[in-house]
Structure formats: structure tokens, C-alpha cells
């Protein structure tokens, strides 16, 4: 039977799969009708499948068909969901894999909200987690982006869960072959055009002549990074509304808070940072940027702890009335007592991990 995670499969769940047609996805779909058709311990669930055609390539039609008749055979209902990647794309300046991920979790989560489903399950592996944590490290992640792909999102109605994070795509075909089951290759996935290919075809296996293990290695850094941010979130949960200010401070008392855009933002008297540790500082300054609708990046993060005076920097000069124009339309301006926020006037959108 192939190995994958029940915890969000309980007798009565409304579970959908979603299926590419690629191996990992029909080792689920047919892994789990499998373990839903045992005489004995079956998982009692109710399942149903979604196929979400992004409009990339020639062989989609083939690839739905095939999603078609295996959810046929298996008497798996199955809603098939085309989106327009390429006009997406467009509008939004997203790389193509950024853009085809947005458009795939809109359908998950429509599909949730809409009540057909409690829970959608993909197929992420063993092998993405390794492959996502590496990309991610390269780019320069903080700890939530090293936390890579999370075994359970919750959303505001139902849950994406991923049953097969433990489980190596190795294990997926060696189940497909055993039960004689085809898939679809979609040679998309050995382009050298997508970084995660280059990883997966030429770094990490050489890495993995280092140290064998390399795959679990970096799937235990994202599970302490997820341990590491949800203490950071409960932290900070409980001290932000402690050092966080509204607006600008008034004559008489009191603070003014603007409500045109680019007025609104938040400010944090220096003095209560210099209390701080490192760690904690860093994390306050990134969490009222947010606040105030951008993210920060770490040399960004270095100029502002230089503007507050907390480090040396040859460009930031560390006084009242110095202003940094930081990504995202975020400003950042020092006063005598503070260290203002102010620019985008939103909050940046959480992705779904």
C-alpha cells in the first residue's frame, strides 16, 4: 500500500484530489481509492478529483482525457477547471510557474468555498519539499520561506493538505508500477528554463553524493523553520500591539492617523527597539513593514536597523529627518523618537505555502 499521511483523512471527510495526470498525482488519486476500498479499516472518506488545465501546452486536451477516463474507471467524480495562464500572466507580470500556481490554489480555494469539498489533497513528495527548500535558500528566504511546502493549510473554508510530504517520488512509481498503473510526462518538467528543474536534474544530485540523506536533511530544516515561525507569530502576537504605533504623534498628545493613501502607516519609538535583542528587533521591524504593506528584504531590514542606529552603514545616515525609500512604495523616515512607516497603503496578500 503506498505510504501516506491520514491525518486530515478521518471517516466522513469530503476529500478532493487534485490531479495533473503526473505520477505523484495518480499515486495518490488510486493510493487512496485503494485504501478507501479495503474490506477492512478502510478510510471511510468521500473522494472526488479536480483537474486543473492551465492552457501551456499542446498536450493538455491528452492530459485531461487521460484524468477523464482514470476518475472514469475508478468511479471518482471529477470537475475539470481551465484557467488562462498565458492572459494571466500578462496582467500580472508573474513568471509563467508563478503565475499557473496563483490560477491552481484560485480553483482549490473556489472549490472549498463552494462546499464541494472539506479538504483538497495534492501530491507534493518528499522530493519537492527537498527541491523547495533549496530554491528557496538560493534566493535568499527568511525562515517562513525556508519552512517550505507545509504539510496543511487552513483557509478560510476547508483545508489543503499534502499526504504524500514524507514519501519520495521513487516510492510513487515503484506503487504505480506495482499496480501496473500508467501517467502522464509532461516534458515542461525537464526544460532547464525552470530553476526547480536545474535543481532537480543537476544540483541535487550531486549534492546528494554528499550526503545521501540530503532530502530528508532539508525537509527537517523546514519543519524546524515552521516550529521556529509559529513561536515567532505567537510572540510577536502578543508584542506588537505593545510597541506598534498608529500614525504621527499631535501637539497637545495623541496621534494623527492619515486615510488618504500613502498617509496611514505605523511607527515604533527607537528607544523600545534598543531594549530588544537582535533576533527580536529584526523580527518587529519586518512585522510593522508588513503592517504597513510590504515586504522586506534582509539588506533592507540592515538599512533600517542602520537608520535606527543599530549598525554601521556607509549610505544610511542615522538621524532625524533621514527618509529610505524601500520596495513596495514603503518609506521609512526617522525622527527624533521614531521610526516611521508609510507608502503602499495594503497589506501584502499571504500565499498559500
Keep these: 500500500m503506498l505510504v501516506f499521511d491520514r491525518t486530515y483523512l478521518v471517516p466522513g471527510t469530503r476529500v478532493c484530489v487534485a490531479v495533473s495526470g503526473g505520477a505523484d498525482s495518480v499515486a495518490l488519486l488510486t493510493g487512496l481509492h485503494a485504501a478507501n476500498s479495503l474490506p477492512r479499516n478502510a478510510l471511510g472518506i468521500g473522494l472526488a478529483a479536480v483537474h486543473v488545465n492551465h492552457g501551456l501546452r499542446a498536450e493538455a486536451a491528452e492530459d ?5 477516463a482514470l476518475c472514469e474507471r475508478l ?51 518528499l522530493d519537492d519539499q527537498a527541491e523547495t527548500v533549496l530554491m528557496k535558500l ?115 498628545g495623541g496621534r494623527a492617523v492619515g486615510t488618504a493613501p500613502g498617509e496611514a502607516g505605523v511607527a515604533i519609538e527607537v528607544e523600545r527597539l534598543k531594549t530588544m535583542d537582535g533576533a527580536t528587533r529584526r523580527r518587529v521591524l519586518r512585522a510593522a513593514a508588513r503592517q504597513a504593506g510590504a515586504r522586506l528584504s534582509f539588506d533592507e531590514t540592515d538599512r533600517l536597523l542602520a537608520l535606527c542606529g543599530f549598525r554601521v552603514d556607509a549610505t544610511v545616515a542615522s538621524k532625524p529627518g533621514t527618509v529610505l525609500a524601500l520596495s513596495q512604495g514603503l518609506r521609512a523616515e526617522r525622527s527624533v523618537r521614531e521610526l516611521r512607516f508609510s507608502g503602499s497603503g495594503g497589506r501584502t496578500a499571504p500565499k498559500v505555502t
Design 64 to 68: 485531461a482525457a487521460f484524468v477523464q
Design 138 to 252: 538560493l534566493r535568499g528566504a527568511w525562515t517562513e520561506g525556508l519552512s517550505g511546502v507545509h504539510p496543511v493549510v487552513s483557509l478560510a473554508k476547508g483545508k489543503i493538505v499534502r499526504p504524500l510530504l514524507g514519501t519520495t517520488r521513487a516510492m510513487v512509481e515503484a506503487w504505480l508500477g506495482k499496480t501496473g498503473q500508467d501517467w502522464r510526462e509532461d516534458a515542461s518538467n525537464v526544460d532547464p528554463a525552470y530553476t526547480r528543474n536545474r535543481l532537480r536534474h543537476h544540483v541535487l544530485p550531486m549534492l546528494r553524493e554528499e550526503n545521501p540523506s540530503l532530502d530528508r536533511t532539508l525537509a527537517n530544516l523546514a519543519e524546524l523553520a515552521r516550529e521556529e515561525e509559529a513561536k515567532w507569530t505567537a510572540d510577536l502576537g502578543r508584542l506588537l500591539p505593545q510597541v506598534l504605533l498608529p500614525g504621527k504623534p499631535v501637539r497637545g
Design 75 to 125: 468511479g471518482v467524480p471529477l470537475e475539470v477547471s481551465p484557467v488562462d495562464t498565458p492572459g494571466h500572466v500578462a496582467r500580472t507580470g508573474e513568471t509563467v510557474e508563478e503565475g499557473a500556481r496563483t490560477l491552481r490554489y484560485g480553483v482549490f480555494s473556489a472549490y472549498l468555498s463552494d462546499g464541494k469539498a472539506d479538504v483538497i489533497c495534492t501530491a507534493h513528495t
